[in-house]
């Protein structure tokens, strides 16, 4: 059983940083595509990154290309999203999940099965 755990959120002002991290236990890590996705009060849960299990396949939500940075330490079993610039409107719970199967789509929340607990960002304008 794979046990997905985020930190590293907080409150912030517009333009500000915060650095997210998810460690993983119990399970294959290194393998697998991993993803962070948010979900704001009265909003679907949307896909913001995803990283394929080297690094060399990335996704970014539109909105996001160019403030965000998402990595992973296979050694670690930690993946990161660096969050630059932040806007009002990034504010959200921010989980991390591990797809159902090594590969494949990126951006489909059904196609991850393993979540964690999510983290709250919180951005003042």
């Known amino acids: 059983q794979v046990r997905l755990v985020e930190s590293g959120g907080g409150l912030v002002q517009a333009g500000g940083s915060l650095r997210l991290s998810c460690a993983a236990s119990?399970?294959?890590?290194?393998?697998?595509?991993m993803g962070w996705f948010r979900q704001a009060p009265g909003k679907e849960r949307e896909s913001v990154a995803a990283?394929?299990?080297?690094?060399?396949?990335?996704y970014y939500l539109d909105s996001v290309k160019g403030r965000f940075t998402i990595s992973r330490d296979n050694a670690k079993n930690t993946m990161y999203l660096q969050m630059n610039s932040l806007k009002p409107e990034d504010t959200a719970i921010y989980y991390c999940?591990?797809?159902?199967?090594?590969?494949?789509?990126?951006?489909?929340?059904?196609?991850?099965?393993?979540w964690g607990q999510g983290t709250q960002v919180t951005v003042s304008s």
């Open positions: 999940a591990r797809r159902k199967t090594p590969s494949g789509p990126m951006s489909n929340t059904q196609d991850y099965n393993y």
């Open positions: 119990g399970g294959t890590f290194s393998g697998y595509t």
């Open positions: 990283i394929n299990w080297s690094g060399s396949i990335i």
